[in-house]
């Protein structure tokens, strides 16, 4: 069967990659394939796996991811670059403006036959319909001609908690801190951007976003990355897909008709601490 392949967190693990869609392609050569965001980033190929996503053309669909975001910013002096990125090579590529305009024009999130894919997570009053709306707002600001300017107002973690009343820079920003960094949130909404370990951890008060009763996107599966200490999560109406391929673990694709799970090892190019 052809199939739609939802794949985890690439963060710049292009040999991976390429194995991955090998393992892939003895059954689907022409697979349909939903890349969770963190392109890049940490793994040592990010230049190669961004160039190798543009060449798979519209067989490959990717939503951002917040080193994806970080990319953009850095490549714009925003954000300078930290010890562990691996984005240089991008930086001084000559076909940098190419690639950057490629990423700047992916999607936040994707709806798809009943999937709702998205790099971190989504508050628990937001439905499919909400998310994709919001997720437009940011992606029109992202491909208009003001982008630059909305980079330099994108960083910071307030408003901490979402009313649709937000306007202007306040309320994009909630919004992309929810779909590419939220974990842990309260009912109300308000999220924590502190706590990276696993569901276990949550500062009181607050659950794991898939984990909050009444969230409106419980009537579809939500399909995401991010969470690296998560590990790989297969629930009814949710696909958790970082398996922490830069920390030594794997790179993982689930076939969303049947939940056929595919996975290549990876070898630790980044070291805890």
Not at 73 to 96: C, F, K, M, Y
Request: hydrophobic share 40%; charged share 25%.
């Amino acid at each position: 069967m052809k199939g739609t392949y939802a794949i985890g967190d690439l963060q710049g693990c292009d040999q991976q990659l390429q194995n991955l869609l090998d393992l892939i392609g003895k059954t689907a050569p022409d697979a349909d394939l939903l890349f969770v965001g963190d392109l890049v980033n940490r793994g040592p190929h990010s230049l190669a796996t961004l160039r190798h996503l543009r060449a798979l053309g519209d067989r490959a669909r990717a939503v951002l991811g917040n080193h994806d975001l970080h990319l953009l910013a850095v490549s714009q002096g925003i954000r300078p670059l930290h010890a562990t990125d691996t984005l240089h090579d991008i930086l001084i590529a000559p076909d940098r403006d190419e690639l950057l305009d490629w990423v700047r024009h992916r999607p936040l999130a994707l709806l798809e036959n009943g999937h709702l894919l998205f790099h971190a997570g989504v508050l628990p009053e937001w439905d499919a319909d909400k998310v994709m709306s919001l997720a437009h707002e940011v992606e029109t600001m992202l491909r208009g001609p003001d982008w630059v300017d909305f980079l330099r107002q994108m960083y910071g973690n307030e408003p901490a908690v979402w009313s649709d009343d937000l306007q202007g820079h306040d309320r994009l920003r909630c919004i992309i801190n929810t779909l590419t960094r939220i974990r842990f949130c309260r009912p109300d909404g308000g999220i924590d951007f502190t706590i990276k370990e696993g569901a276990g951890a949550a500062p009181e008060g607050y659950l794991p976003w898939f984990d909050m009763p009444g969230r409106k996107t419980a009537d579809v599966t939500c399909v995401f990355g991010h969470w690296s200490a998560l590990g790989l999560t297969l629930r009814p109406n949710l696909i958790g897909l970082d398996t922490g391929c830069v920390w030594g673990g794997k790179l993982t694709a689930v076939r969303l008709e049947d939940r056929a799970l595919f996975q290549v090892d990876c070898p630790q190019t980044l070291k805890p601490g």
